[in-house]
């Protein structure tokens, strides 16, 4: 009897050791997740400026939303913003297919340390760009209502729109065929979903970026998922021959290049190794800079982009790099 109770006392010791090692593995990557930009390895100067945290202590708030689409609508921005006495550029972001804002909480709280008013919603399908839209209505109403924390801080003469995956049709939608398309200063579409995806989807899905006016900035990554292996949007998904299309692959990304009009700053690159489910984290300390520099005026957040020698096209982490800038 007496050794039927340490065996038990033994396997009740290993269950216990089992579900503390399996919650503090959960608790680490949940930490991790959370400070993501502690584990992205930036190799550029400029990019490990703005892949840091920013000086800003922030906070939120959530806005129900009359549209069951959108559910919410969660803003971030620096804490004392009531406080101060100039107004906020603004950055919209648009998810990712079947993603909430909560999947980009991390990721908005430190565009906002940077200085910016941030947007999500929890449309999960938000395609059209009807989600970011209705965003800039919210802005605006808060922008004009004296018991909002927001009253007269929003700056809506310097907004730019950020997507991921289905959220790059968004962008481009929202940029070109929504009711304050105007009011967009600039675009940065991660892992955009490519148009021989949108064809076949149809349904809100395809966009015309040929009709985008504003700077865009435009990445992927390398990875099975994204990059595929085809090479023109004319090879069809064929396991025998090995062809897949991937969500944002390399010829993708020259085509939105391509048809970009010549008289807009534009923008791609891809990342070596980096596949789609986490391509929006690892681009983020060069998406960080491009808003800054079209946003807010930061000089020294472009030279990651455009001069002479734009660190971009030299960082060791990219590849495919191509850069068209406006003299």
Known sequence: MKGLKKILKFILTIILVIVVVIIGIGLRAKWKDAHYYKYSNPAG?????????????????????????IGKFVVWYPEDISKS?????????????????NTYTAFMKHLASWGFIVVGNDDENTRTGESLNAGIDLLMTENESELSALYQKVDLDNIGIGGHSQGGCAVYNMAVNQPHADAIKTVYAVSATSSYITAGF?????????????????????????AGT????????????????????LWSLEENF?????????????????????SYLEFDGYMTAWF????????????AFFGNNPELSSNSLYQDVKIHEVK
Request: hydrophobic share 25%; glycine share 10%; with cysteine.
């Open 45 to 69: 100067e400029i990019e490990k400026k703005y892949t840091a945290m920013g000086d800003k202590k922030v906070t939120k708030k959530e806005y129900p939303s009359e549209d069951s689409s």
């Open 85 to 101: 006495d100039h107004k906020y550029p603004v950055v919209l972001w648009a998810n990712g297919t079947g993603s909430k804002s």
């Open 202 to 226: 149809k349904d809100g899905w395809e966009y015309d970026i040929s009709k985008v006016k504003v700077p865009t900035f435009m990445t992927a990554g390398t990875g099975s998922f994204d």
């Open 230 to 249: 085809a090479t023109s949007k004319d090879q069809v998904n064929d396991d025998e021959k090995k062809i897949t299309q991937g969500i944002c692959p």
């Open 258 to 278: 391509s048809l970009l009009p010549e008289n807009v700053d534009k923008v791609y690159a891809r990342k070596t190794g980096i596949d789609h489910g986490n």
């Open 292 to 303: 800054r520099y079209w946003l807010a005026g930061d000089e020294d957040a472009g030279k």
